[in-house]
């Protein structure tokens, strides 16, 4: 089992440009996330979705978008990269409330 | 409003000695705790959670106490070794929701 998987690991993009994050689980798991995580601070919550076809904002939603059209793939996506997006996106899955399982991260740079 | 707080950035402790990372939270709704370690360029990993119905959880090396009372959480990890230099989050949610609030971590660095 590979987990979870994110692509790509690292990008940078220049202000306005657009990009999907894909994240992929191989564990079957109905709950996936988005977190992002900056220099002092925790993994805040972005997105996330229940099951299929499901998603829903969480702490941090503004200037991101997500989609749910498998089960095992949660896409984040960027509309218009802006300089305060610059941060690594974690990917995290789980079987209900239960213990999430990380992604390594892609490290994202806004210029 | 950072509910879910962990004050010390960084830790340094010798090889074979106890660890302590501490975690204060302020929401009392919270009861559910996870503790997860981070290596550098990797994903977190869960560690050892903890439910509000116990005060003790303890996994190998790894205790994780719980004082409801003072809303304060800490993890003990005896014997330290080299390879648990990492950084250590603590993360809580309410009533069984998968919603979990991040600390912002403390750096543990284990010298040989």
């Known amino acids: 089992n590979a987990g979870v998987t994110q692509t790509p690991k690292f990008r940078v993009l220049k202000t306005g440009q657009s990009m999907t994050l894909l994240c992929a689980q191989d564990?079957?798991?109905?709950?996936m996330y988005w977190y992002r995580q900056d220099p002092g601070m925790g993994l805040r919550l972005i997105h996330y979705?229940?099951?299929?076809?499901?998603?829903a904002k969480g702490e941090v939603p503004d200037g991101y978008n997500v989609s749910r059209l498998k089960k095992q793939n949660f896409l984040l996506g960027l509309e218009s990269a802006a300089p305060s997006q610059t941060s690594v996106y974690f990917c995290?899955?789980?079987?209900?409330?239960?213990?999430?399982?990380f992604g390594p991260g892609t490290r994202l740079l806004v210029l | 409003d950072q509910q879910v707080k962990q004050n010390s950035p960084s830790l340094s402790v010798q090889e074979g000695r106890i660890s302590i990372l501490n975690c204060d939270y302020t929401?009392?709704?919270?009861?559910?705790f996870l503790w997860y370690k981070k290596y550098p360029a990797e994903g977190p990993t869960f560690l050892i959670s903890?439910?509000?119905?116990?005060d003790k959880n303890e996994d190998g090396r790894f205790t994780v106490f719980l004082n409801k009372s003072a809303k304060h959480l800490s993890l003990h990890i005896v014997p330290s070794q080299p390879g648990d230099s990492a950084v250590y989050f603590c993360?809580?949610?309410?009533?069984?929701?998968?919603?979990?609030?991040f600390g912002t971590g403390t750096r543990l660095k284990v010298l040989a």
């Open positions: 564990m079957n798991h109905e709950y």
């Open positions: 903890i439910s509000s119905i116990k």
């Open positions: 995290a899955s789980s079987v209900g409330s239960g213990t999430q399982y």
């Open positions: 979705s229940v099951g299929e076809g499901t998603t």
């Open positions: 929401n009392s709704m919270f009861d559910y």
């Open positions: 993360a809580a949610s309410a009533g069984g929701t998968y919603k979990y609030i």
